[in-house]
């Protein structure tokens, strides 16, 4: 522990964050971090605590508590006071494959989880992070080092999101030949094209996709394994018989629908649609090939209070809304740790993220309306919807299961004007036309099946990682799901791993 008394010391301080009414001009990341020099005074709060909650990534109450990587957090923040910055970033990468994506776009479980935190504030472990995998590759700490020995096994990767990417990086350094075949233009899957470029600027995850190439990692867009034929897919078959190994790591694809009456009108999108071609004509043009979903003086209604759904709210901003609401199905959460929270639970309390304080910014109030859902949508003469109808909810606990059962409130519908509606109500599961393509079996809730704690899938040789496999998830879970997933497949095809 490099200041024993640094918690005490220094109170945390974060890095400058761009204000909304110049952030909402562009697209870019807003997030400005301190500098080095102030950044290691932040790892001196580091307790170095004999029992680190924040990296244990134990799961508590349901949900994950501490870093599911379980990244060495108090050994690298010590590193970084001390500045031994090679070090730092080298602690750093043992465990995580991609700290510039978690330093961006995680919600910091790791802070959480800080003991720190019970009576003051967590160390700025996030932040921390960031300076130091940002200095790995500005020093030449992360240049390109492919395997000396390859052995002659072949693993071929469906999807480029982090889960597939993590995957393909672990088996390429154990010297497997790693094929990542995606369907889309780009690399990065979820990274490129479902998180906005102002949450994670598309040349960090260009500049990953290279320094695997120039590793050995082999890459192959516009490639649908097992779609359509005549529309350029590649069939199962091919895949498993050319590799002796196959991952399945296509993510949670299936967009959960609002089935009611007018759902058919016009100018309803699912959010990934919404969000995907805002990237794509934002990186191909600048815009300027007008291929986006349009929110330029439209009032938009986006339904889905997660992370998604508050995307969807920043970007409709940037793209000049008249107006904009959010609507979420449960009751707003406490603003401070309820009585059967504590820590180290992770805290569920109300959060104003990014998109909304936009949107305070920019309309005067919280876009967010809790404890409502759509009953219906009205379309014009045109067959474009004008309106929705909304509903109130009551949410009560079943006093044998303790549950919680939502009923409509009667009396309580109303309608308000809306012209674009983006879906952000989550994601099912893995998309069928794949899992029936390769055969393996699924789960109720449409993810693919494996034994519990593994990656195996029904069909030999073919396993499976991410979202396709746990369900809809974080990124940092995705990571951890693609490396464990690499550590089977070794074992598999050599008989025994050695990657850590």
């Not at 020099?37 to 680190?52: D, F, H, S, T, Y």
């Not at 990587?69 to 991609?98: C, H, I, M």
């Not at 929705?388 to 303790?402: M, N, Q, Y």
């Not at 004007?417 to 393996?440: E, M, R, W």
Request: charged residues 25%; aromatic residues 8%.
């Amino acid at each position: 522990m490099g200041k024993p008394t640094g918690f005490l010391e220094y109170e945390r301080e974060n890095g400058r964050v761009i204000p909304p009414e110049q952030r909402i001009k562009n697209f870019k990341e807003f997030h400005i971090p301190l500098s080095r020099k102030l950044q290691r005074i932040q790892g001196a709060r580091c307790m170095e605590c004999g029992v680190p909650f924040c990296q244990a990534g134990m799961m508590i109450g349901g949900m994950a508590s501490g870093c599911p990587l379980n990244n060495l957090v108090p050994e690298w923040n010590d590193l970084l006071y001390r500045g031994n910055w090679e070090q730092a970033v080298r602690r750093l990468l043992k465990t995580n494959s991609f700290p510039e994506f978690t330093s961006r776009v995680c919600p910091a479980l790791c802070e959480a989880a800080c003991t720190c935190g019970v009576n003051g504030q967590p160390v700025s472990t996030k932040e921390n992070e960031y300076v130091i995998i940002e200095y790995g590759f500005e020093s030449g700490l992360l240049d390109p080092r492919p395997p000396k020995v390859r052995t002659g096994k072949k693993v071929a990767v469906i999807g480029s999101g982090p889960a597939g990417l993590a995957a393909a990086d672990l088996l390429n350094r154990r010297g497997h030949s790693v094929t990542v075949f995606e369907r889309h233009d780009r690399v990065g899957g979820l990274l490129m094209y479902g998180i906005p470029n102002m949450k994670l600027d598309k040349r960090i995850v260009d500049r990953r996709v290279k320094l695997m190439t120039d590793e050995g990692v082999k890459f192959v867009t516009g490639a649908d394994i097992g779609g359509d034929p005549e529309q350029g897919g590649i069939s199962s078959e091919r895949i498993m018989n050319e590799f002796d190994s196959t991952v399945l790591a296509c993510g949670a694809a299936n967009p959960r629908d609002i089935n009611v009456p007018g759902r058919e009108a016009k100018g309803i999108y699912f959010a990934v649609d919404f969000l995907t071609a805002t990237t794509k004509s934002l990186l191909d043009s600048q815009f300027q090939d007008g291929k986006f979903i349009p929110a330029k003086d439209k009032k938009v209604m986006v339904i889905g209070g997660g992370d998604t759904g508050n995307d969807c709210v920043g970007t409709s901003i940037r793209l000049g809304a008249e107006s904009v609401i959010q609507l979420e199905m449960m009751p707003k959460a406490p603003d401070e740790r309820a009585e059967d929270n504590p820590w180290p639970m992770w805290p569920k309390v109300c959060k104003t993220d990014y998109g909304q304080e936009e949107a305070i910014y920019k309309f005067g109030q919280d876009p967010r309306i809790y404890e409502t859902t759509v009953k219906s949508f009205l379309s014009d003469e045109d067959g474009n919807v004008c309106g929705a109808e909304l509903v109130s909810l009551s949410w009560t606990k079943d006093p044998e299961t303790g549950r919680m059962n939502m009923s409509q409130i009667e009396g309580s519908e109303r309608v308000i004007p809306v012209d674009l509606v983006l879906i952000a109500a989550g994601f099912l599961g893995a998309q069928s036309y794949v899992t029936d393509a390769f055969g393996v079996n699924i789960t109720p809730r449409t993810t693919v099946q494996t034994d519990a704690g593994k990656y195996a899938t029904s069909v030999p040789n073919v396993y499976t990682a991410g979202d396709m496999h746990r369900g809809q998830s974080l990124v940092v879970w995705a990571i951890h799901e693609g490396r464990e997933c690499a550590r089977f497949v070794d074992k598999n095809l050599m008989g025994y791993t050695n990657l850590s």
